[in-house]
């Protein structure tokens, strides 16, 4: 069974107007995904700091001549990151790092125009209502948010860092999952469903995981933006134990959720062990629930692939390839689980 049918099941009625829609939404979502992975690559290649201005509009267009490019690398050239880390780059290597924050933010134009051109056309047509209009205004706002905490975000790293701050870094991860997950979730609950026996019972639970996998994006932002990833690099021990010494640290102790490595790696292997069992004990309790249980059963053995692709981007030092599929498993995780909970939700009314 493929998660399309578990979710299908056991009926989908939808109107002509509503599936245009749906297809608008998933599409978005999309191209949310692939902004986020544009991002990852990133943030891993040491990107992000390579255009020190934001224009909206202007900034579409890159360097288009030599002396366009020697502007940029000039630009570059006053930022800490560059004295500090990549003094010797050539115009050549700055180039490379360039383009991929350039790529990330053409993604994010388009995206804006991909969502709001037809959103208003649908919300003068009256299709946006209720329950679907509350969602889509929901992933409006957000995506009007995102940008610039982007900027924020880059703005941290421009005059005393060398990277931008992780706490700002998760943060505009996990608006860019929200929007993800919020339009994945309105456009399963355009499907209409009949009532299943036992339903209800799981939709507190379906909504938990995804409240779960949403928080554990957030914490491997934070160990991304730290480079937790490249310490402690043995499973299942951190340093020889179970609990490593260090935890909690910093003072205040609070500060040691987002600033101390060593706390950090340890969240985010903890809450890796929660989201696995979780799923698992939705997929046993679930097994005699039809389409419910297909659901579940896929997500578990998701969060476990995705612990999988964990431990081996820990035990080989993060490499980019393996660290990227990481990355882009852990929200293709949370899309399952947004889907698994909108479409729970409609079975139980």
Same mark, same amino acid.
């Given at each position: ?110 995206? $804006?125009? @991909? =969502? +709001?051109?037809?959103? #208003?056309?649908?919300? &003068?047509? !009256?299709?946006?209502? /209720? ?79 995804? $409240?779960? @996998? =949403? +928080?554990?994006?957030? #914490?491997?932002?934070? &160990?991304? !933006?730290?480079?937790? /990833? ?79 692709? $964990? ?10 390839? &393996? ?27």
């Amino acid at each position: 069974m493929t998660f399309q049918d578990a979710l299908a099941k056991p009926r989908a009625v939808v109107a002509a107007s509503d599936g245009r829609v749906r297809a608008w939404a998933l599409l978005t979502a999309a191209l949310v995904f692939a902004m986020v992975m544009v991002g990852g690559a990133t943030r891993l290649t040491e990107s992000g700091l390579s255009i020190t201005q934001w224009k909206p509009v202007t900034g579409v267009v890159p360097p288009l001549n030599i002396a366009d490019w020697q502007a940029e690398f000039a630009r570059y050239k006053e930022i800490p990151q560059f004295a500090k880390m990549n003094a010797d780059m050539t115009l050549e290597g700055f180039k490379t790092i360039y383009w991929w924050e350039w790529s990330h933010r053409l993604l994010a134009r388009v995206l $804006g125009v @991909v =969502f +709001v051109l037809p959103a #208003l056309a649908f919300w &003068v047509t !009256g299709r946006l209502r /209720g329950a679907l209009g509350a969602r889509i205004a929901l992933a409006t706002a957000l995506l009007a948010l995102e940008p610039i905490v982007g900027w924020w975000m880059v703005a941290s790293g421009l005059s005393e860092r060398t990277e931008v701050a992780q706490d700002r870094l998760a943060l505009h991860l996990l608006i860019a999952a929200a929007v993800f997950a919020t339009l994945i979730y309105a456009a399963v609950g355009m499907t209409e469903r009949m009532t299943r026996p036992g339903a209800r019972r799981f939709v507190t639970a379906a909504h938990v995981f995804a $409240g779960l @996998v =949403f +928080v554990q994006l957030g #914490l491997g932002a934070l &160990v991304a !933006g730290l480079r937790a /990833g490249l310490i402690y690099n043995t499973w299942p021990l951190m340093d020889g134990r179970w609990i490593p010494t260090g935890l909690f640290a910093l003072q205040p102790a609070i500060r040691s959720a987002s600033d101390d490595v060593t706390t950090v790696q340890f969240d985010h292997r903890a809450i890796a062990y929660v989201v696995v069992a979780f799923a698992l004990a939705q997929a046993f309790a679930a097994r005699r629930l039809g389409g419910l249980s297909g659901r579940a059963k896929i997500l578990a053995g998701a969060a476990l692939l995705q612990a999988a692709l $964990g431990i081996l981007t820990l035990v080989w030092v993060a490499p980019l390839p &393996v660290a990227l599929l990481h990355q882009a498993f852990a929200l293709i995780l949370f899309g399952l689980a947004a889907a698994h909970a909108s479409a729970t939700r409609q079975e139980a009314t």
